[in-house]
């Protein structure tokens, strides 16, 4: 089996899904439940024997060490983290405390467990770390887009957290020699998407007749990626990556927000379209994010390459299955939309000055 943290959340999600979709290979999936983690991502799974949930946090070494023992899993997948920017500017310290102390736990248990195993079990486990391609900090609009041996350089406290867990992961390669792989994203976007990043944000609000809040002047870009097609890498990567290696994945897609957002008021406006106007009228540019990294592009020529990885959704695709599945799933995103993200939206927007 394989043994997956924070599968209740967005990516993890998805992956569980997606996994036992094209495998009957059981998924051990480990998670906290945070705000951002969601039981009803994973319904569809309630009676599937191949899916094993346990309620924990990635802190946790003794939890972590017993149920790697009872299970043995052949891989560890590691998604667990803190991922919201914004609430990285107004709230660091979970994040170092899940994205560094947690993956240094899950990584002593993790040695603890492979260090047991022998032969062919030993040499065929992996722990694969999956990170982002904010660890690289930001491009200028003539840079190269990022590759894997561009320097690390994180701007948000969300970054340099996960910039910290990169680094104790290859360091367990390089010490211990445990077979790590790193993956290093661009921005997913897709079905069970959390409302508080851009694109959910942007649909629910739009839809809820609120206004639409375009950080700054919206010209940041970022390389959007569909978030099957991430899973799909994520599994080529554990397949049949090269222990040690980090492989850069994206859409070779970037978008600036403003551009982001208009289309999803024109693929609203097309399916369902308000009494008069367009959803564009409830744009409102406001103040610019903290230390705002202004753009983000991956280069995915060594994952295409060397593991032959392609995305198979274009933008225009992958936005339109997106928009449909909000449009399909209002039970979903009421549930989410509860207390806890209630307070998040009224401290983040609510206070804003106008730009
Ligand atoms: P998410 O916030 O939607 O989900 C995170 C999950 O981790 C939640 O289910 C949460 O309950 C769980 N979790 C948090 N703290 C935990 C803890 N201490 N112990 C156990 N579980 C815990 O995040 P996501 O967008 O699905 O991202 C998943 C991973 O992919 C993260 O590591 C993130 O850095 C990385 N990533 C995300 C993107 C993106 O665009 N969303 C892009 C590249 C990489
Ligand atoms: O690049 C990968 C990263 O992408 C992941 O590692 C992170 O976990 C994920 O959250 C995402 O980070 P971003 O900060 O790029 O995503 P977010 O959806 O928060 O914002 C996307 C862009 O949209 C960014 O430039 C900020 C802007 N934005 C965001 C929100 C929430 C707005 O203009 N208004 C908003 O209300």
């Known amino acids: 089996m394989i043994f997956v943290t924070g599968g209740a959340g967005f990516i993890g999600a998805n992956f569980v899904l997606d996994w036992l979709a094209q495998s009957d290979e059981p998924v051990l999936n480990y998670d906290k439940l945070t705000y951002a983690g969601n039981l009803n991502n994973l319904a569809s799974l309630k009676n599937d024997s191949r899916h094993v949930f346990v309620q924990g946090d990635i802190n946790d070494n003794a939890q972590l060490c017993a149920l790697f023992f009872e299970y043995q899993p052949r891989a560890i997948v590691h998604f667990a983290a803190e991922s919201h920017v914004d609430r990285s500017i107004l709230g660091p310290a979970a994040f170092v405390t899940t994205n560094v102390n947690g993956t240094f736990a899950l990584l002593e248990a993790a040695r603890t467990y492979w260090q047991s195993l022998e032969g062919d079990e030993k040499s065929a486990f992996r722990f694969l770390?999956?990170?982002?391609?904010?660890?690289?900090?930001?491009?200028?609009?003539?840079?190269?887009?990022?590759?894997?041996?561009?320097?690390?350089?994180?701007?948000?406290?969300?970054?340099?957290?996960?910039a910290a867990?990169?680094?104790?992961?290859?360091?367990?390669?390089?010490?211990?020699?445990?077979?790590?792989?790193?993956?290093?994203?661009?921005?997913?976007?897709?079905?069970?998407?959390?409302?508080?990043?851009?694109?959910?944000?942007?649909?629910?609000?739009?839809?809820?007749?609120?206004?639409?809040?375009?950080?700054?002047?919206g010209l940041q870009v970022r390389d959007w990626l569909y978030v099957t097609d991430h899973c799909s890498a994520i599994r080529r990567v554990l397949e049949s990556g090269k222990p040690g290696e980090t492989y850069n994945i994206g859409g070779w897609n970037e978008q600036t927000n403003l551009s982001v957002v208009h289309t999803l008021c024109e693929l609203l406006d097309e399916l369902q379209a308000k009494p008069e106007g367009s959803y564009k009228d409830q744009i409102r540019h406001i103040t610019d994010r903290p230390g705002h990294d202004r753009r983000y592009a991956i280069d995915a020529r060594k994952i295409e390459k060397e593991l032959g990885w392609t995305p198979q959704e274009t933008f225009e695709t992958g936005l339109k299955k997106t928009v449909a599945w909000y449009l399909a799933n209002d039970s979903w995103t009421k549930q989410v939309q509860s207390g806890e993200y209630l307070q998040w939206v009224a401290l983040q927007y609510n206070e804003e000055e106008q730009a």
């Open 129 to 162: 770390h999956v990170s982002t391609d904010e660890v690289y900090g930001t491009l200028g609009a003539d840079d190269a887009p990022f590759s894997e041996t561009k320097a690390y350089a994180p701007n948000s406290p969300y970054s340099a957290t996960k």
């Open 165 to 217: 867990s990169d680094h104790l992961v290859r360091a367990y390669h390089h010490t211990y020699g445990m077979p790590v792989l790193t993956t290093n994203c661009s921005n997913n976007y897709g079905p069970y998407h959390f409302p508080e990043k851009l694109i959910p944000l942007m649909i629910t609000n739009a839809r809820a007749g609120k206004e639409l809040p375009v950080y700054g002047d």
